[in-house]
């Protein structure tokens, strides 16, 4: 071989290491990041609660809050400022909140008006936590809130997440974690208006570690995206989901036999195994056999109300239902106001037009309308968002609207209880759902009017 040939061949031998080298030095520093991607959202300490020690035997309680001037009775529920107050009684070590937003001391007016009294008692209470030697660490969107000042001034750990660079949405989940043992998920944030003014509805478990232990993965996730603008490439193993529709967690509550999990959303805040809100809504109406009752502030199959662009998912969740199940009920509660779309009235037709009379289903829908303020305008103050079947409940954070499932962080929980001697608590929340159908507040818009809620467009006692 002349030294030409040679020449040649050892560049070639040299080239072709070259390209090994630099391609396992591209896998090395991938395979870095993605370990330092996962680190960033790594869950913290569970305090050593783990599935197989975890308690499943709990207790629920549901909770809401009623305006004084609402003539509408609690229905075996407790009022949501007595629920709170309970659970910071029982804390021994620890409580975590996340919630849409702090106003518990404040008002438009700047006056101490009385209905902030139950709200000014619930900071007070949190900002005496440290005193008793329980830590709270708070989840929270970008505010500027003084009542998360106080609360750090007085030893909590404040924790913001940047929403609208992590998904382009907000920050709407609303629950606590209470010794990694107790928890609240509802539609109430902690503002003073949803303890006085504004109607508001959760559940409270008691004892219930294996739920709260899955619950907390996600306050664990809020917890590690402090001011980050990106989301991790994969995420921890310890913020993998436990239980889901498909891997259920089976427990006792209140002496009844259940099932139970954890939903999330947006879609790019679920971990591995973590059972999307809108999946669990799809999963609650499929199962449904003879009725599906909604409570839901704001309905709207749409992306965008400036660029309307359709979002069928829910929408054609409940078609689906509707035609295939027969002798389907359906019945849809909406919070009315000044901010309600009229395009809803519009969705909620489509949806009765369904139920012509060889389909044997119904679709029913009301508006709840509180109280008129002076200037003829209409407040809206329902902000329950709950469903109920007759087999399961999901309870959530987020409104049925797409924009805000698409992008908006929320949390929901869905329980599944069979018929049985006791009273369970989806027959508790049929109850609750029933009781604000029938109650003089629940009416139905003019089909031949444009349905503005702020004007005077209502009937009593009728049904879309």
């Not at 990041?33 to 609660?49: H, P």
């Not at 609690?74 to 910071?88: I, M, P, Q, R």
């Not at 107790?182 to 208006?193: E, K, L, N, P, Q």
Request: glycine residues 4%; charged residues 25%.
């Amino acid at each position: 071989m002349d030294k030409l040939s040679c020449f040649l061949l050892h560049m070639a031998r040299s080239q072709h290491k070259c390209i090994v080298i630099f391609a396992l030095v591209c896998c090395c520093a991938l395979l870095m990041a993605l370990i330092f991607s996962a680190v960033d959202v790594w869950g913290d300490d569970e305090d050593g609660i783990t599935v197989e020690n975890c308690s499943r035997t709990c207790r629920a309680v549901l909770v809401e809050n009623i305006p004084e001037d609402l003539s509408i009775p609690y229905k075996d529920t407790v009022s949501l400022a007595t629920g709170l107050h309970e659970l910071l009684d029982k804390a021994r070590r620890s409580v975590e909140i996340v919630s849409p937003w702090w106003a518990l001391n404040s008002t438009k007016s700047g006056a101490n008006l009385p209905q902030a009294k139950q709200g000014q008692i619930l900071l007070h209470k949190l900002m005496g936590l440290r005193s008793r030697s329980v830590s709270l660490r708070v989840a929270s969107g970008l505010t500027d809130s003084s009542e998360l000042k106080a609360l750090t001034r007085s030893g909590a750990d404040v924790h913001y997440l940047n929403m609208t660079a992590l998904s382009r949405g907000r920050l709407n989940s609303s629950f606590w974690l209470v010794d990694r043992k107790h928890m609240y998920i509802g539609s109430a944030g902690m503002d003073w208006r949803s303890l006085s003014t504004m109607k508001e509805f959760g559940i409270i478990i008691h004892d219930c570690s294996c739920l709260v232990l899955d619950l907390h993965r996600i306050f664990s996730l809020y917890w590690q995206l402090q001011y980050k603008d990106f989301l991790p490439s994969i995420w921890s193993k310890r913020l993998t989901a436990l239980y889901n529709k498909d891997k259920v967690l089976e427990l006792r509550l209140n002496d009844t036999k259940a099932e139970a999990y954890i939903s999330s959303s947006p879609d790019v805040f679920c971990p591995k195994d973590r059972m999307k809100d809108i999946e669990a809504i799809k999963s609650v109406i499929q199962e449904a056999k003879t009725f599906i009752y909604i409570s839901i502030p704001d309905y709207l199959p749409m992306l965008n109300r400036s660029k309307p662009k359709y979002w069928s998912q829910i929408d054609n969740m409940l078609r689906e239902a509707l035609v295939l199940k027969g002798r389907l009920e359906v019945r849809v509660l909406i919070s009315c106001g000044v901010e309600t779309e009229p395009l809803t009235r519009n969705f909620l037709w489509s949806l009765k037009a369904l139920c012509v009379e060889s389909l044997r289903c119904s679709l029913e829908a009301k508006f709840f309308v509180p109280r008129e303020q002076s200037d003829g305008r209409l407040s809206r103050i329902n902000r329950s968002r709950f469903m109920v079947t007759d087999s399961s409940v999901y309870l959530g954070n987020l409104n049925w609207v797409g924009k805000e499932i698409g992008f908006s962080a929320g949390v929901g929980v869905v329980i599944r209880q069979g018929l049985t001697g006791n009273i369970t608590v989806v027959e508790r929340m049929k109850a609750v759902f029933e009781r604000d159908w029938h109650s003089h507040y629940s009416k139905a818009l003019d089909p031949d009017e444009v349905p503005v809620c702020s004007t005077h467009t209502v009937k009593d006692n009728t049904s879309v």
